[in-house]
């Protein structure tokens, strides 16, 4: 991976692109699809590492004022309005309204006052107001986590790089089905779209002093 990494950095990937001065926390879909054994989607434990650093950037985001978005997928009775992203992924479909599946965990329920993101496609920007939200808010950068790492964590910090907005992704706080996929989905992001960050580093960003 050192050899990689120096590579990479040779052609002249990974640069900085710091770390915003106003941030926001995005939970990108971390419900219980990911979480449940019944589940299609589930990523391999009931309450995996990813799940408990998740709850701790959240607590830490609401001790400061800082401002939180979470995003849920929400799918009409049959799909129809998942298009192909569906036909791909049938496994999607746990998403119907109604499932118990999209529900957060009780440690991610979103509280009163947080903005809360439906989507039908990997992104949290794709057909969303999230961009024009977070602007109003002033916020330059992301925190990002959620499920899963190379699906629409992946998307979403790619698209927070597009619309203006510094991608932080925490490393330990996103979760996917293998690590291969999570490891990979992780490079890739840190070397061309975000930065990648630590569950300390991340805290230390929420605080006051956060810089």
Not at 95 to 108: H, I, R, T
Not at 152 to 175: E, I, K, M, N, T
Not at 193 to 209: H, I, N, R, S
Request: charge should be neutral; aromatic fraction near 6%; hydrophobic fraction near 45%.
């Amino acid at each position: 991976m050192n050899d990689l990494d120096a590579d990479y950095r040779r052609a002249g990937f990974g640069g900085d692109l710091g770390r915003g001065t106003r941030r926001a926390l995005l939970l990108v879909d971390f419900v219980r699809a990911y979480l449940d054994p019944a589940s299609p989607l589930y990523a391999g434990s009931p309450d995996p590492p990813a799940l408990r650093a998740s709850a701790a950037l959240l607590d830490a985001a609401r001790r400061h004022g800082t401002p939180v978005v979470h995003t849920r997928v929400l799918l009409a009775p049959g799909g129809a309005d998942g298009g192909l992203f569906t036909r791909k992924v049938p496994a999607l479909r746990v998403f119907e309204q109604g499932s118990a599946f999209a529900e957060a965990p009780p440690s991610l329920a979103p509280a009163a006052g947080e903005l809360v993101v439906t989507k039908q496609y990997a992104s949290a920007f794709f057909g969303t107001s999230l961009a024009s939200s977070l602007r109003v808010l002033g916020v330059d950068a992301l925190l990002v986590a959620g499920a899963s790492t190379s699906g629409c964590v992946r998307a979403s910090a790619v698209d927070a790089l597009q619309h203006g907005f510094v991608p932080l992704v925490v490393a330990d706080a996103c979760l996917d089905r293998d690590p291969r996929p999570h490891s990979a989905a992780l490079f890739d992001l840190g070397a061309k779209y975000a930065e990648v960050v630590t569950l300390d580093e991340a805290t230390t960003l929420l605080g006051p002093g956060g810089v």
